[in-house]
């Protein structure tokens, strides 16, 4: 099956923590009825993705896919669907089979419709002898079976449009803060859950330790730099068109404490790292996104301290509502 470009969107992986912000913001702009969200799970009652269209699809289904992008005039696809590193390093066929096997599946598509891709790539692609502030452009040597799909990912993109034109585009984000959907199986999860933890409970017990130093960055941030990404003109994108660094804020896991315990007083976390030490000590600190700045004028909006209010501020408006 083949044919020319529709006008409407398809996200794939929906269901997710990107996918929950990324659906709705896409909806405000191009209108509720022209992104058509998708996923092998519903998502749940409360979801704002709940109030527009809805498909139940897996991405490693091509005949699926296929009719899905024909049947509903599909013209570009934000492919969120993947197995985050936690799960991944649990189950690592299933991240290659889901991450690698997804990505050819949607460009294949891509290439038959003549659809714009999104295709996000992921701080996973370093690995534990990149700078501890990675260069857009270092050897690419991750250790753990999520990063190597990711860097398989970025070099299938740049296949895709080097050999037939498929214009396709990612970042690699960071570790993403949000309240409106749980985090999925990641490593960077401890900064999401942390807030919820500490105004349930007033606790946390924290997965890495105290002195951990990631990338991260809040959901609004990286839903703006996605759009922009995506709107950005393709003669604009260079060499780093599958895979561009953003950055947004750089904390350790006790810097994270300290900024909530600021607004929480009685909050109190105690660090019981387990195996996601290993996969977040294989990552850098920081990101530097020279280039994305320069080819398509990145620039975030949200440190630390604008992160953090906004998470309880959120957080405490959905519990009372
Ligand atoms: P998530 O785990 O919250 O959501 C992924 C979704 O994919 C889930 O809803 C899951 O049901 C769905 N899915 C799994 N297998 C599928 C299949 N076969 N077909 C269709 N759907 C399937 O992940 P997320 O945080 O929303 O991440 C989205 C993308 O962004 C992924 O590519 C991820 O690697 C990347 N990313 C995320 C972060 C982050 O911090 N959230 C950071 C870096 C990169
Ligand atoms: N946040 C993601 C994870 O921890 C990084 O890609 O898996």
Redesign the pocket.
């Known amino acids: 099956m083949s044919g020319p470009p529709g006008e409407r969107i398809l996200v794939?992986?929906?269901?997710?923590?990107?996918?929950t912000d990324l659906v709705s913001e896409l909806r405000k702009v191009h209108g509720r009825e022209n992104v058509v969200a998708?996923?092998?799970?519903e998502p749940d009652h409360e979801s704002p993705i709940s109030d527009g269209p809805f498909t139940l699809?897996?991405?490693?289904d091509g005949d699926s896919m296929e009719s899905t992008i024909h049947d509903e005039g599909i013209g570009t696809i934000y492919h969120?669907?993947?197995?985050?590193s936690a799960t991944g390093e649990a189950k690592p066929e299933l991240c290659h089979r889901?991450?690698v096997g997804?990505t050819v599946c949607v460009l294949e598509a891509a290439r038959d419709f003549e659809l714009k891709v999104y295709a996000?790539?992921?701080?996973?692609v370093f690995g534990p002898d990149a700078p501890k502030i990675a260069p857009q452009k270092t050897p690419l040597n991750p250790t753990t079976m999520?990063g190597k799909t990711?860097v398989t990912g970025e070099i299938l993109a740049m296949n895709y449009w080097k050999q037939y034109g498929v214009d396709v585009r990612g970042i690699?984000?960071?570790?993403?803060i949000s309240w409106k959907?749980p985090?999925?199986?990641?490593t960077?999860d401890y900064a999401v859950d942390i807030f919820r933890a500490a105004i349930e409970h007033g606790h946390y017990e924290c997965f890495v330790r105290e002195d951990t130093r990631l990338p991260m960055m809040y959901m609004d941030d990286a839903i703006r730099g996605t759009i922009s990404l995506m709107d950005a003109p393709s003669e604009n994108l260079g060499s780093s068109r599958a895979g561009y660094n953003i950055g947004g804020m750089s904390f350790t896991a006790g810097e994270l404490v300290d900024a909530i315990s600021r607004r929480i007083p009685d909050f109190t976390c105690d660090f019981v790292p387990d195996i996601r030490q290993s996969y977040a000590d294989s990552w850098p600190d920081d990101v530097d996104d020279s280039v994305a700045r320069e080819d398509w004028g990145w620039k975030p909006k949200f440190g630390l301290e604008e992160m953090v209010d906004e998470m309880i501020n959120r957080l405490r408006e959905a519990q009372s509502s």
């Open positions: 794939t992986g929906a269901s997710g923590q990107i996918g998708s996923d092998i799970r699809l897996s991405v490693l969120l669907a993947a197995i985050l889901v991450n997804g996000p790539s992921s701080i996973a999520y990711k690699r984000y960071p570790g993403l959907a985090a999925g199986g990641g960077t």
